[in-house]
């Protein structure tokens, strides 16, 4: 079992790593906790034993479910079932669940611990640590949330074994990105010590930036171009493969802007496209100038198209992208274009 710590002062936690780690649900809860509400869907199948007093609620699948009216009902259950401030909401599923279930906690009696069991790999490199909660509203994505931090994170590998394919494949989108962000050989460890690890670069990113003031947003590499991807596809491109086909964009672009060679762009596809086996470009055709307008509308976008960009001091922010670069970095991509 591998322990990480995130380092946080009063609110630091723990995010415990390897099969069987479920068992430890019950040593993370909060010692004041009598009561607990599992958040989780139908098709999770991942019941925790709970030796306090604890009821279940299954919240809808996929983004449009993750909404201000499934928070309104996850409200209306905890009354029903009298959740205080000192018990817990145990959010039992991938981001969107973890991503949901913080957020009522976070809302619930303004502030009700949370402690997140992540099922799938997305969830648990990426959304399940570090307090990011959220749901979507028409105008966007995530749109309103809170960083409230769970108590404690358990990743229990088992759940893996039976995660749907392109699932997996959408966690391994962000893995290689952390191939990138830190240059370690995470090709020379096994998986469990592989994700093990990125939980580690996660949990110091977040200890050294929570509010995501300035080095946070590193976790956002090849996010810019994924979010327009995502949103152009109206969400039939899942989160992580979108990220794959980003990064890739990202590569080019940065190799335009001549802040990294050919070789580090053929790096990219060497891990994205071979290592993980991840598209490096969208089956269906893309409209570029769609794409760029929604760039612009991305949250990072406070001064002109921002985008992660590799380059000679590593992964960084870049702002004031030119569109003349864009396109460059497009054409570079040979994509399907309507
Ligand atoms: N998923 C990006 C972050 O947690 O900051």
């Known amino acids: 079992m591998h322990k990480i710590k995130v380092e946080l002062g009063e609110r630091s936690y723990s995010v415990m790593v390897g099969h069987g780690a479920i068992n430890q649900l019950d040593a993370i809860l909060p010692k004041s906790a009598k009561r607990a509400v599992v958040v989780t869907q139908s098709q999770i199948g991942l019941q925790p034993e709970l030796k306090i007093d604890s009821t279940t609620v299954a919240i809808g699948g996929g983004e449009e479910s993750k909404n ?28 969107m669940v973890t991503d949901v279930a913080g957020f009522a906690a976070a809302s619930w009696h303004r502030g009700t611990p949370v402690v997140h069991v992540a099922t799938s790999l997305v969830g648990m490199v990426d959304a399940a640590i570090g307090g990011k909660t959220g749901v979507n509203i028409a105008q966007g994505k995530n749109l309103v949330g809170a960083f409230w931090q769970p108590s404690g994170v358990i990743c229990d590998l088992d759940a893996l074994k039976t995660l749907p394919d392109r699932e997996m494949r959408c966690g391994l989108g962000e893995v290689a990105k952390y191939h990138f962000l830190t240059g370690d050989d995470l090709l ?52 992580g493969e979108a990220v794959a086909v980003g990064m890739i964009f990202a590569a080019h672009l940065a190799h335009v802007m001549q802040r990294i060679t050919k070789h580090r762009v053929d790096d990219h596809y060497t891990v994205i496209g071979e290592t993980y086996g991840l598209k490096v470009k969208p089956d269906e055709k893309i409209d570029r100038r769609k794409l760029i307008d929604l760039m612009h509308l991305d949250k990072k976008a406070v001064s002109g198209l921002t985008f992660v960009l590799d380059g000679p001091k590593g992964i960084e922010v870049v702002s004031g992208v030119s569109e003349k670069h864009l396109d460059q970095a497009f054409d570079a991509m040979q994509l399907n274009e309507k």
């Open 68 to 95: 201000l009216q499934t928070i309104e009902m996850l409200a209306q259950k905890f009354a029903e079932f009298g959740l205080t401030r000192s018990d817990v909401v145990i959010g039992v599923g991938g981001g």
């Open 188 to 239: 020379s460890l096994a998986m469990p010590e592989r994700i093990a690890r990125c939980v580690e670069i996660k949990a110091k990113i977040v200890s050294a930036d929570e509010r995501e003031t300035g080095s946070r947003a590193l976790l956002n590499y090849g996010h810019t171009l994924a979010h327009a991807l995502e949103r152009s596809s109206n969400f039939s491109l899942a989160h």
